[in-house]
């Protein structure tokens, strides 16, 4: 699975969708555990039918030297569809070699998906910034929104309204002086055509 506090990231959990790497196709004949571990049905794993692999497996079997469960499927029993990876702690060094192999842009976590840090909240400081993400009209000022973000997006939104605001600013200082300067040089231009005429009176 993927973490979502940084998608480069991927926890257990997780599936290898090829039975293709170190150097060889594997198939069901492969499997090589013993006893009750060597075989086991989806349900053993908490799954219904149709919840794992779209229905196409109904039966795993252990791959001892990775620590990983080949998806049998359902169609071409001799074949292994995926891998399923349900527990960290059955990695194998061979499997953690094959699993950055696999996935050589992804850092593994060897960790499940119920042990992700959760994020430690400044409270003071949390309540300061869900207040200037209202003030800056951060995802509309929607309070419940805001609540749910994380510390970091509310931080970056913050920051990126507050720089807008900064842009609008400016964009407005800009035309006020822009107008002054117009309205300046219209009373300018008058009067010199109001000289321009007492001069030409008095000639």
Not at 63 to 71: A, I, L, R, T, V
Not at 175 to 180: I, L, M, Q, R
Request: glycine letters at 6%.
């Amino acid at each position: 699975m993927i973490n979502p506090k940084n998608k480069k990231q991927l926890v257990f959990p997780m599936f290898i969708p090829t039975n293709t790497f170190n150097g060889k196709v594997h198939t069901w004949n492969d499997v090589n555990a013993d006893g009750d571990k060597s075989v086991r049905a989806i349900g053993a794993f908490g799954y219904e039918t149709n919840q794992f692999l779209g229905g196409r497996c109904l039966m795993l079997g252990y791959f001892k030297e990775y620590g990983f469960w080949g998806c049998r499927d359902k169609i071409v029993p001799e074949k292994i569809r995926a891998f399923y990876l349900p527990d960290p702690t059955l990695i194998t060094e061979l499997g953690k070699t094959v699993l950055a192999e696999v996935f050589p842009d992804n850092e593994i976590l060897y960790i499940m998906f119920d042990e992700i840090p959760v994020e430690k909240v400044d409270v003071k400081n949390r309540e300061k910034l869900e207040q200037e993400a209202v003030e800056c009209n951060v995802l509309n000022g929607d309070y419940r929104l805001i609540g749910k973000s994380e510390t970091e997006t509310l931080q970056s939104l913050v920051k990126a309204a507050r720089y807008e605001a900064v842009q609008e600013q400016r964009e407005e200082k800009r035309k006020a002086t822009a107008e002054a300067s117009k309205a300046k040089q219209l009373v300018s231009n008058a009067n010199r055509r109001k000289k321009a005429v007492v001069a030409e009176v008095n000639a």
